[in-house]
Every structure is written in structure tokens, then in C-alpha cells.
């Protein structure tokens, strides 16, 4: 756990820290990275950051704190508007764009999470990322599908689970060479750093997500299983 003295330095600074640290990590892998080269781009001395943080992986684990921080934020405020869910998910992709650059450190670390170290720590990591991000996505199908927007035989958890993949793999896509490769071979279209680019891409996802794949009046896929 981070150290008390964190909690009382200035905000700014203190997402200077956290900012240059995922750089850092996200550039480098774990193991690679230089906790001196972070303490300097944050502007703080080589040795300072050991005033805030017990070790290197205490940096790692706090910056990730950090990220689910931010994202729990935006979550928080997204979840109590009174929009259509599907208005709430674009919602959360304008507001994650509108952040991505700041924080784009942190999104790459999310993806290049097989660089932490052991099982024991991933498994650590995937608790301490996701658990927020499903009950996200399970309050809006289920809110939805209360208020008759959503279809009351969808497999809710599966939903969010693939709700959050298409959410994560997206930002991967633009944190990510290899995953905007990726979304480039699938889509046959550039993911460009152009905001109108983005939004017409999120558009496209959106509307699989509404339309579903099956064709009109096929309920094969229908499944009653939550």
C-alpha cells in the first residue's frame, strides 16, 4: 500500500506521479522499468518517491489503484443519469475519449498486464480492475431491463462481460500498435487519433450492440440462462 505521506502532497503532483509512472510501465514492462526515470519526468527527486511508495511493485499495484480511481469517477457519474442504457455506454466512450490522452499510460498498462509478474499477482490485478467495470455493466442490463429497454431472456452476466470486452478492446485498439493493427484487419478501416474517426467507429459498435446479429424474427440465440 502506498504510504501516508501521498495523501498529503498536492493533487497535481500527485497525478504527476501516477501519470509518468504508467508511462513509464506501459513503455517498459514491469520489469524494465526505471523508478528513477519516473521520479524524474515527475519532477520530484530519485529518491523521493520512495517516500510515497514502499517499492517498485508498490508503485506498480498504486498506479493501477489510481487507474480504478478515475475509472470508478467516471462510472459513478455515468451510472446515475437517467439515459436509454445504450445512451449510457456511448456515454462512457465519450467520456473515456475525452480522458484517453491524458491517461493513456494507464490504459496501455491495463493491456500489457501479462508483464506484472506472477499468477498470483494477475489474479490480484484482475480482481482489484474488474470487479468495478461488471457491476457497472450488470446495474445498467439490469436497469434496462426493468424499465423494458432491454430484453428480459439476456444472459445478464455474459452481457456485461461481453459489454466490458467491447469496451476494453476498443481503447486497447487505441493504446495499442498491434491492437489498432488488429482493429484495422477486422474492420478494414484506420483507427486515427481524429475525433470524428472515433466516434463513427463507436457508432458502428453501438449499433451491433443494438441490433444484436440475429436476423428479424430468428430467436435461436435467445437464451433464458442468467
Same mark, same amino acid.
Given at each position: 500500500m502506498a504510504k501516508d505521506a501521498l495523501q498529503k502532497i498536492d493533487a497535481k503532483k500527485r497525478d504527476r506521479i501516477f501519470r509518468n509512472a504508467a508511462a513509464e510501465?506501459?513503455?517498459?514492462?514491469?520489469?524494465?522499468?526505471? &523508478?528513477? &526515470?519516473i521520479a524524474q519526468r515527475a519532477g520530484i527527486g530519485k529518491g523521493s518517491i520512495?517516500?510515497? @511508495?514502499?517499492?517498485?511493485?508498490? !508503485?506498480?499495484?498504486?498506479? @493501477?489503484?489510481?487507474? &480504478?480511481?478515475?475509472?470508478?469517477?467516471?462510472?459513478? #457519474?455515468i451510472e446515475g443519469m437517467a439515459l436509454d442504457p445504450l445512451v449510457k455506454i456511448e456515454k462512457l466512450f465519450?467520456? #473515456?475519449?475525452?480522458?484517453?490522452?491524458?491517461?493513456?499510460?494507464?490504459?496501455?498498462?491495463?493491456?500489457?498486464? #501479462?508483464? #506484472?509478474g506472477d499468477e498470483r499477482s494477475? &489474479?490480484? !490485478?484482475?480482481?482489484?480492475?474488474?470487479?468495478r467495470s461488471a457491476r457497472f455493466f450488470t446495474a445498467i442490463l439490469k436497469n434496462g431491463i426493468r424499465e423494458?429497454?432491454?430484453?428480459?431472456?439476456?444472459?445478464?452476466?455474459?452481457?456485461?462481460?461481453?459489454?466490458?470486452?467491447?469496451?476494453?478492446?476498443? @481503447?486497447?485498439? !487505441?493504446a495499442c500498435s498491434y491492437q489498432g493493427e488488429r482493429f484495422r484487419v477486422f474492420t478494414r478501416q484506420e483507427l486515427s487519433q481524429n475525433g470524428d474517426n472515433i466516434k463513427q467507429h463507436v457508432n458502428q459498435i453501438l449499433n451491433v450492440l443494438g441490433t444484436g446479429i440475429n436476423a428479424p424474427g430468428d430467436t435461436r440465440g435467445n437464451h433464458s440462462s442468467r
Amino acid at each position: 500500500m502506498a504510504k501516508d505521506a501521498l495523501q498529503k502532497i498536492d493533487a497535481k503532483k500527485r497525478d504527476r506521479i501516477f501519470r509518468n509512472a504508467a508511462a513509464e510501465f506501459a513503455r517498459c514492462g514491469y520489469h524494465k522499468a526505471n &523508478v528513477n &526515470v519516473i521520479a524524474q519526468r515527475a519532477g520530484i527527486g530519485k529518491g523521493s518517491i520512495y517516500l510515497y @511508495f514502499a517499492d517498485k511493485l508498490d !508503485l506498480y499495484y498504486s498506479t @493501477f489503484r489510481e487507474a &480504478v480511481r478515475i475509472q470508478e469517477k467516471l462510472f459513478d #457519474s455515468i451510472e446515475g443519469m437517467a439515459l436509454d442504457p445504450l445512451v449510457k455506454i456511448e456515454k462512457l466512450f465519450d467520456e #473515456s475519449l475525452k480522458i484517453f490522452p491524458q491517461y493513456r499510460g494507464m490504459f496501455k498498462m491495463y493491456f500489457d498486464l #501479462s508483464t #506484472s509478474g506472477d499468477e498470483r499477482s494477475l &489474479v490480484d !490485478l484482475a480482481q482489484l480492475l474488474e470487479k468495478r467495470s461488471a457491476r457497472f455493466f450488470t446495474a445498467i442490463l439490469k436497469n434496462g431491463i426493468r424499465e423494458g429497454r432491454i430484453r428480459k431472456d439476456l444472459p445478464l452476466r455474459y452481457a456485461a462481460y461481453v459489454l466490458d470486452c467491447i469496451y476494453s478492446t476498443f @481503447f486497447s485498439s !487505441l493504446a495499442c500498435s498491434y491492437q489498432g493493427e488488429r482493429f484495422r484487419v477486422f474492420t478494414r478501416q484506420e483507427l486515427s487519433q481524429n475525433g470524428d474517426n472515433i466516434k463513427q467507429h463507436v457508432n458502428q459498435i453501438l449499433n451491433v450492440l443494438g441490433t444484436g446479429i440475429n436476423a428479424p424474427g430468428d430467436t435461436r440465440g435467445n437464451h433464458s440462462s442468467r
